[in-house]
DNA sequence: ACGCCCGCCTGTAAGC
DNA sequence: TGCTTACAGGCGGGCG
């Protein structure tokens, strides 16, 4: 912890969001639900009640595990879909029994009938869970997921066709990375290690990039994002992230601009500044990011 | 269409 | 030392 400076927090973006998909696969596919228990109704505010919540999964088996941005989709044995955002602070965890200690801000329980339970712990409540009902033929599968852009790690496209997005749009840089309209999974602190890594500002307008700037720029965003995947996600100073089984990731060492005020850059050594944009930190170097 | 606010929350730390 | 205030931000909504 270093002295006298604010610690910025560590949320759930794409990389932490996509390392919880991957051990859910091995953890709760083949599993059918036996109990729900919902602790605070906060959490599954998109429902009239917990109770209606409880009914669309008791009983329900889990088929696969997929991911649309920072949304975690656990597909259901009768076409539904139970979506879990984890917000700022949401985790999941995995209890061999009932019997282990709950964590603090446990707002729901799921228990499988061969044992062992899925826990969503969340102490400010940003994330929820809600299911979604098996769509209408011709429906994308979570309706309420419709408005998402394109995932960077599973849409892969041409970097001219990514010229043509960023062209139709006069944003600064960085809130057209963060929109999730646009590209969904990128929040506060990968927009800042993807605009550092494309040695462009956040303020530059989308628009007004060169060929080569747009590929630097998809490179980037791709790169980055695959990198920390690799590394099991990012875990800041407060350790707010932790994967399914309470570890935290691997990938906050490699950060070269975010949380990184006052500190050196690790390309050309000048110092590390952070600005307010949209009321939120904004780390970079100007000397690098033009 | 875009930037910028607010409100929702709690834990942490800075300020007095 | 202890209380109060500010800050962190994903997302939806409102406003200019």
Redesign the pocket.
Known sequence: ?RW??????G?P?LPEVETIRRDLQGEVVGRKIKAVEVRNG?TVRRHPSAKHFRARLEGRTVTSIGRS??YLLLGLDDGGTLVV?L??SGQLQRAKSAKEPKA??THAVISFTQGGQLRFVD????GELFVSAAPAEGEPAVPELAHLGFDPLEDVMSWEKFWVLLAS????LK?LL?D?EFVAGI???YADEILFAAGLRYDRLSSSLSSQEVRRLYRAMVETLAEAVKRRGSSLA?EQYRDLFGEVGDYQGQHQAYDREGQACRRCRSTIVRVK?????TYLCEHCQV
């Open positions: 912890m006298g400076m604010r610690e910025a927090e949320m973006e906060r941005g920072k955002h917000g700022m603090p801000h102490p400010r409540t940003f749009h006069k944003a600064g809130a963060m999730q929040g506060n602190m407060d944009s949209g009321g939120r930190s």
